[in-house]
């Protein structure tokens, strides 16, 4: 199938082109015609399998007719990084279309905002909380709003925006179109959909499971031996660019900084960071200037670097879910990524889900021998909870020691089919 099927503007056709895209993806394909048809939709689909261009394309088309200078569509994202990304994207797609957006989210001044807002827009991207902050200075109103795309739904839910959304949901006009996009869909987000959207138009492409163009690769190691092991496999060349997740921001900051003192390009990407310096840690990811980006999951949201070419899962996520997010971000647009996790001990039974929401088992690795962590090290993972099965600093073993066994630094849980313990 091709984006001609679909029979867009001229205007819109070119930025398809300008932006290098060639058939639509599965979402894309499958909602793109309701929402052309006016359709309330709710999209499930997994990051990196083109949400964005799925609403973007058609809202444009809509909004070359109609109005200019009036606020005719709104997107609420949950993250700065995500509405910055959305917004990116409609200027490339509708270069030629004559159609003007705006972002705005918290962090920086709201005078430049609210200017642009004077001038006249047709799109307003957004984060919940400094839309509702411009709304009270009444810079921009809502009444001429013709589609509402809420995107990343499940995660306002997760940084606890619902009531937010529900407050600008109110002053939107009632007649208009819904579009309701998320990765996951916890009850509270089904229950918000229901209320929300009309007869919608229901677009599921396979929202739990990772992309096919990802492989999954399991390291059993110690807590205290985490760091070592990431030094160790980020010395590979073939590790182009990765995206590291850890369960707290102190441990993404702590984490970098370690890599950094070791030598390597890398920034970290966590909730207290300012909006110039998280900027300045996604551009120098996006150009390469960092080799290595160490963020949290509620940070990373809104991230779209294509050349991501490993995810590794630091900490294990909390849910086959986040499994599923936080291994979206590599293998994009049919490149392939791969996705490595590190797991102790006490990570079995997630490590189990993970695999049964995968539909097969993910490839064991050995650890390779390795020294045990720094002092610094071993000391940061008691801080970040787990000391209970922290291994007593040790000699290398010798290799007679070794021979028949797991390496130094892994465990053997998981590994009973082969026979072996």
């Not at 509708?94 to 006249?120: F, H, R």
């Not at 509402?148 to 009632?174: N, Q, T």
């Not at 073993?397 to 998981?414: E, I, L, T, V």
């Amino acid at each position: 199938m091709s984006f001609k099927n679909f029979q867009f503007h001229p205007a819109i056709t070119a930025g398809i082109t300008a932006c290098g895209y060639t058939a639509p993806t599965p979402i894309q394909k499958n909602a793109i015609p309701p929402i052309l048809a006016g359709r309330d939709i709710l999209g499930l689909a997994q990051t990196g399998t083109g949400k964005t261009a799925a609403f973007t394309l058609p809202l444009l088309q809509r909004l070359l007719t109609g109005p200019r200078r009036k606020v005719r569509a709104l997107i609420v994202a949950p993250t700065r990084e995500l509405a910055e990304q959305i917004h990116d994207n409609i200027g490339r797609m509708g270069k030629e279309t004559g159609l003007s957006s705006i972002v705005l989210y918290g962090g920086v001044g709201k005078g430049p905002q609210m200017k642009t807002l004077a001038a006249g827009v047709e799109i307003v991207v957004a984060c919940p909380g400094r839309l509702l902050d411009l709304l009270q200075d009444k810079a921009l109103t809502l009444k001429d709003v013709e589609v509402l795309v809420l995107d990343e739904a499940d995660h306002m839910f997760d940084k606890g925006f619902l009531p937010d959304i529900r407050r600008i949901i109110k002053l939107l006009p009632a007649k208009r179109q819904s579009l309701v996009f998320s990765a996951t869909m916890p009850k509270e987000i089904r229950h918000l959909a229901e209320e929300l959207l009309v007869n919608p138009a229901t677009v599921q492409i396979d929202h739990n499971l990772p992309a096919p163009t990802i492989s999954h690769v399991l390291f059993q190691v110690a807590t205290a031996e985490k760091t070592s092991l990431l030094k160790h496999l980020v010395q590979d060349p073939e590790i182009t660019s990765a995206l590291v997740f850890t369960r707290t921001k102190h441990k993404a900051k702590s984490l970098a900084v370690h890599l950094e003192k070791a030598g390597f390009r890398a920034a970290c990407l966590q909730g207290n960071l300012s909006q110039q310096k998280r900027q300045q840690a996604l551009d120098g990811f996006r150009d390469g200037t960092f080799r290595i980006l160490v963020a949290t999951d509620i940070a990373a949201r809104g991230i779209d670097v294509l050349g991501i070419s490993h995810v590794i899962n630091y900490d294990v996520p909390d849910t086959a879910e986040t499994y599923t997010h936080r291994t979206g971000r590599t293998g994009r647009a049919t490149r392939s990524g791969q996705a490595l996790t590190f797991a102790d001990r006490e990570d079995g039974k997630m490590i189990a889900l993970i695999e049964r929401n995968l539909g097969r088992r993910m490839e064991r690795e050995k650890a390779p021998v390795c020294a045990p962590g720094t002092e610094e090290e071993r000391s940061e993972a008691v801080r970040e909870g787990s000391p209970r099965h922290l291994p007593a600093a040790r000699k290398p073993r010798s290799s007679s020691n070794q021979k028949g066994r797991s390496r130094a630094c892994a465990f053997d849980f998981g590994m009973r089919k082969s026979g072996r313990r």
